[in-house]
Each structure stands twice: as structure tokens, then as C-alpha cells.
Nanobody, 123 residues
Framework: VQLQASGGGWAQAGGSLRLSCAVS????????MGWFRQAPGKERTFVAA???????YYADAAKGRFTISRDNAKNTMYLQMNSLKSDDTAVYYC??????????????????WGQGTQVTVSS
């Protein structure tokens, strides 16, 4: 399984960016998909996830500003980020996991990872 993240870049505070994560293979619709981010000098943290049935989960920092979605026909997951803040500056990683596991919020629960895409927000 290969994940390819794209859509990162530079935005002004208050602006928007849309990240995409394209996934290879035929099992995409069965995966729980997640976005994580890692700011310079900090640990990687959970941002949002969407499970196989479309249920969504968000970190407090993302609620109300970010929207995660998936298109099973295109094997692609998205993260629409609005009202961006300088604190959102980080490398964003997409990840996938199969059924089971104990917590959708833990990066250790995800088996497959994309290469990361840089998001820089200027205040």
C-alpha cells in the first residue's frame, strides 16, 4: 500500500489549504484514514480521521476549522483546512490502518504512511 500526500504549501493566517492523500490498492474503502502533523521540534500529533463508514474524528485544535473527507471511488482522502493559524505550520502526514485497533488517535495504530507535505502559515 502506498500513500501519496499533496496540497501543502504556504498560506496567510486566515487562509485555506486543501490536502489530498491518494492511496494505491483495492482496499481503500476498508481503511480508517487519518491525518497527523509534526511541527519543528515537536512530536507528531493527531489531526483528524475518517473511518470506513464515514465517521469523522478531530483533534480539538482542528474542530470547526478542518474537515476530513474521503472519496472511495478515487481512493483519495482530503483535509480541507480553513481559518489557518501560524500554529498549524507543520509537516502533515496521511496514514491508513485496517480493521481493529484500540485508538483512532494514536499514530502507532496506523500501518501505512505517506511521505508528508509541508504546510506553512504566515501570520
Amino acid at each position: 500500500v502506498q500513500l501519496q500526500a499533496s496540497g501543502g504549501g504556504w498560506a496567510q493566517a486566515g487562509g485555506s489549504l486543501r490536502l489530498s492523500c491518494a492511496v494505491s490498492g483495492s482496499a481503500f474503502s476498508s481503511y480508517t484514514m487519518g491525518w497527523f502533523r509534526q511541527a519543528p521540534g515537536k512530536e507528531r500529533t493527531f489531526v483528524a480521521a475518517v473511518n470506513w463508514s464515514g465517521d469523522t474524528y478531530y483533534a480539538d485544535a482542528a474542530k470547526g476549522r478542518f474537515t476530513i473527507s474521503r472519496d472511495n471511488a478515487k481512493n483519495t482522502m482530503y483535509l480541507q483546512m480553513n481559518s489557518l493559524k501560524s500554529d498549524d505550520t507543520a509537516v502533515y502526514y496521511c496514514a491508513a490502518r485496517g480493521y481493529g485497533g484500540t485508538s483512532i488517535y494514536l499514530d502507532s495504530e496506523y500501518s501505512y504512511w505517506g511521505q508528508g507535505t509541508q504546510v506553512t502559515v504566515s501570520s
